[in-house]
């Protein structure tokens, strides 16, 4: 069976196919990415980024916490390795320039901590 990329209609990207209430199919929708990141500090089950000075961008408009059903983090290596984790939720505030990476549980959490090193780059998508 052939795996689908996208569905478009009338020239407009469909991100959710549903047939009656049942969703059938779904797209990870690219957000943002930052580059060359420092070590997150913890904060209960959240990682939080300082973002002074980094290069990225990130949208954060047309999503809320409550619709996400889950984020792809794709970790990109100075040593040009990739590594794909996940999370409950991301974000950024414009105010005090961090990011926030929000993590279902510990073990979750883990993962992502075991696969980042400092100076990676992070890109992130949506479902």
């Not at 009338?10 to 209430?21: A, N, S, T």
């Not at 984020?71 to 990011?99: E, G, M, P, Q």
């Not at 993590?103 to 100076?119: E, M, R, S, T």
Request: aromatic content about 20%; proline content about 1%.
């Amino acid at each position: 069976m052939a795996t689908r990329e996208g569905i478009y209609v009338g020239g407009k990207d469909i991100v959710e196919r549903y047939v009656g209430d049942k969703l059938v199919w779904s797209k990870w929708v690219y957000i943002g990415w930052f580059q060359y990141l420092y070590n997150p500090i913890e904060s209960g089950n959240y990682l939080i980024f300082d973002l002074t000075a980094k290069g990225g961008r990130f949208n954060n408009n047309y999503r809320d916490e409550d619709k996400v059903k889950e984020i792809k983090i794709r970790i990109n290596h100075s040593n040009d390795t990739i590594a794909t984790v996940y999370a409950k939720y991301v974000y950024t505030t414009d105010k005090n320039l961090k990011l926030y990476v929000k993590f279902l549980d510990d073990n979750q959490k883990q993962i992502f901590k075991n696969n980042f090193a400092y100076g990676d780059s992070l890109y992130f998508y949506f479902k």
